[in-house]
């Protein structure tokens, strides 16, 4: 069973930058489509960025496009999000989420979700 672990959420100022991680166990990360979801406040999950099992191809959402980068370590069975031009709209509890099938911009598509880390953009 794979788990999921983030950190590296907080506070950031408008235009400012953010690193996420997302430490996996109990198997080997690259073997799994790995991406990021985000909510806001009452709203939905919204799918970011995602990368494929084995070639590791980045995925982006449109408001990410440009901003975001999705990235792996596999020696450290770790996923990053880097987030840069953060500006209010990006706040929210940001989660990482895993599935051996492949990328989908639906949550339910995806078997493991880590608990998430907060990220909060204001001044």
Same mark, same amino acid.
């Given at each position: 069973?794979?788990? +999921?672990? *983030? !950190?590296?959420? =907080?506070?950031?100022?408008? =235009?400012?930058? +953010?690193?996420? !991680? ?6 080997? +990360?690259? &073997?799994?489509?790995? =991406? ?8 939905? &999950? ?12 980045? &995925? $982006?959402?449109?408001?990410? *496009? ?11 069975? /770790?996923?990053?999000? *880097? ?7 990006? /706040? ?13 911009? $639906?949550? +339910? ?7 998430? /880390?907060?990220? /909060?953009?204001? !001044?």
């Amino acid at each position: 069973q794979l788990q +999921l672990v *983030e !950190s590296g959420g =907080g506070l950031v100022q408008p =235009g400012g930058s +953010l690193r996420v !991680s997302c430490v996996a166990s109990g198997d080997t +990360l690259e &073997h799994y489509a790995a =991406g990021w979801f985000r909510q806001a406040p009452g709203k939905e &999950h919204e799918g970011i960025a995602c990368s494929s099992r084995g070639d590791g191809r980045a &995925h $982006y959402a449109d408001f990410a *496009e440009g901003r975001f980068t999705i990235s792996r370590d596999n020696a450290k069975n /770790t996923l990053y999000l *880097e987030m840069n031009s953060l500006n209010p709209e990006d /706040t929210g509890v940001y989660y990482c989420v895993a599935d051996a099938r492949g990328c989908s911009w $639906y949550g +339910l598509d995806f078997a493991s979700w880590g608990q998430g /880390t907060q990220v /909060t953009v204001s !001044s």
